[in-house]
């Protein structure tokens, strides 16, 4: 083999759970989350391991997004939605059927919705084991991400915060997965050296990944650009670089795939088409109109008039694209093994769902490139970073640069005038926690459970899902809401304890609520 390719999948939702509303607008980001994309995921799996086709993928699994796919209420609420959804795929059906432009794509939306249906409960609601045994199976590698994806280069240089970030993840990952993980996700790629490796050293972390520039401006000029990993001195932890070719190729919807006029138009849904009697029962309570994932058109072309969507013309221009990706590589590797005493590794990672929310054709791209290197050549296969480390475990020592991926590169997403405003707060808060944390290392009972939810406090409004809703301008309310909540709760907590004075009522209504972590142990912030 001459190189190879590792597609990385970023799953990750903020942790959102609001058991006292029947109905709760940021929860359906899960629902839509799970049917068009982790369940679409899995199909396309289990097509590969049905047909004997070999294949490996790496994705990483937040602790919010794990969390929540394992709580119960979410569960539930999640088959609600998709009953919801089944039952206006059927009365779509009713209502298309004299029109031949759109009939089709209806009977499409009510057999796929009945094929998740069927899915999720043969997987027992339980996706996580699903990636659990597809992981035992050989096919993925899952890897861990900062507790609630909290951004480790805007924590102040505050060892305790981040080693607690990154501590608290892999007694998730272990809960989840039955053992500590190899890799992590950083936050938003956020890197900081010397402090960041040699944490995840600490950690018993093996790899993480960094945007392109991190390496560009590594201590040392890397051999092999992005396409080997530099190994941070004194730590052997290996960082992965993104490969920017590759990247661009697929998630830029103005050059790359996503925008062929073929696929799915994201932005025309019939929660707004329709009219409004007929799709109330399908939108928000309060007649927000919303996405039901119902889309009838294609891209077409930069006009208001799109054409029909025909699903097994998307598939196939899926695989035509899935084709030319390899092809790309190929002659990429081809030019880079000229130059490397080693396989080039091309590292391409995405969001996860920019398969199948955003780009509703992606997992069939995935599923069609699987086929094709397995099928069509010889010269570059699927891995993972944890199998290029066991055949390449000699590689270049240097620190990756400072450096974040997003818009600058730099953190400038995460902190500006409409969310800097966060970080003192946070800060003093991170530092208080670790206060208590050394000050009571053998606490029991309801001093305990109080210091446990100050944690879980804590970690939930470091959240870096807030400051990016604040720079984006999308649900900005909820997220200055949450962080507002989550750092008062705290400093009420420590009051509590500081005072001997814990209202245990207060405990055990935010352990009910905020729920995650159950594993959590307070000491995690005590530093070292």
């Not at 790899?207 to 390496?215: I, N, P, T």
């Not at 929660?271 to 928000?284: A, C, S, T």
């Not at 470091?462 to 507002?484: H, L, N, P």
């Amino acid at each position: 083999m001459k190189g190879a390719i590792a597609i990385v999948l970023h799953h990750h939702l903020p942790f959102i759970r609001h058991p006292e509303h029947e109905f709760f607008l940021e929860e359906r980001w899960l629902y839509e989350a799970i049917t068009e994309t982790y369940l679409p995921l899995i199909q396309a799996w289990r097509a590969l391991e049905r047909d004997g086709v070999p294949f490996c993928f790496t994705c990483s699994m937040t602790p919010p997004l794990a969390n929540m796919l394992r709580d119960d209420l979410l569960q539930q609420r999640y088959r609600r939605h998709l009953g919801q959804m089944r039952e206006l795929a059927d009365k779509e059906v009713e209502r298309t059927a004299d029109d031949p432009r759109f009939a089709p794509v209806a009977r499409y939306y009510q057999e796929r919705l009945a094929g998740f249906a069927d899915l999720y409960e043969a997987i027992g609601g339980d996706i996580i084991g699903e990636y659990a045994r597809l992981q035992d199976a050989g096919h993925l590698d899952i890897v861990t991400c900062t507790a609630t994806h909290g951004f480790l280069p805007l924590m102040n240089g505050d060892r305790a915060a981040m080693r607690a970030q990154i501590e608290v993840a892999c007694q998730s990952y272990a809960g989840h997965f039955g053992k500590r993980p190899e890799g992590i996700w950083l936050a938003e790629c956020g890197y900081v050296p010397k402090i960041v490796d040699e944490l995840l050293a600490e950690a018993g972390i093996r790899y993480f990944f960094v945007d392109s520039h991190a390496l560009q401006h590594a201590s040392a000029p890397p051999v092999y650009g992005v396409y080997a990993p530099l190994h941070t001195p004194h730590t052997g932890v290996a960082a992965f670089a993104r490969d920017p070719e590759s990247s661009k190729q697929v998630w830029s919807s103005h050059e790359g795939y996503p925008g062929d006029f073929d696929y799915r138009e994201y932005y025309r849904d019939i929660g707004y088409d329709l009219e409004f009697d007929y799709i109330r029962p399908y939108i928000h309570p309060d007649g927000i109109r919303l996405n039901t994932g119902l889309k009838y058109h294609r891209i077409t072309g930069k006009t208001d008039q799109k054409d029909a969507y025909n699903p097994a013309r998307a598939r196939q221009k899926a695989a035509d694209h899935a084709a030319n990706f390899l092809f790309n590589r190929q002659a990429q590797i081809r030019h880079l093994s000229a130059h490397m005493d080693r396989p080039a590794l091309v590292v391409s990672p995405y969001d996860a769902e920019l398969f199948g929310h955003w780009w509703y054709e992606g997992p069939w791209f995935l599923e069609a490139l699987a086929r094709a290197v397995h099928t069509q050549q010889d010269e570059i296969e699927l891995t993972t970073p944890a199998r290029y480390l066991v055949a390449q475990p000699v590689n270049q020592e240097a620190w990756p640069g400072l450096s974040s991926w997003g818009g600058g590169g730099y953190a400038t997403f995460w902190c500006n005038a409409n969310n800097d405003w966060v970080y003192p707060y946070l800060h003093h808060a991170a530092e208080r926690m670790t206060q208590l944390a050394q000050a009571h290392r053998d606490a029991d009972g309801l001093l305990r459970r109080a210091l446990t939810q100050a944690g879980r406090e804590l970690l939930l409004a470091q959240s870096s899902d807030w400051a990016f809703i604040m720079e984006t301008g999308t649900t900005v309310e909820y997220a200055v809401k949450r962080t507002r909540e989550h750092l008062a709760t705290f400093h009420s907590l420590a009051d509590s304890i500081e005072g001997d004075a814990i209202d245990e009522g207060l405990v055990a209504a935010r352990e009910a609520h905020w729920n995650i972590f159950p594993e959590l142990d307070y000491r995690a912030f005590a530093g070292r």
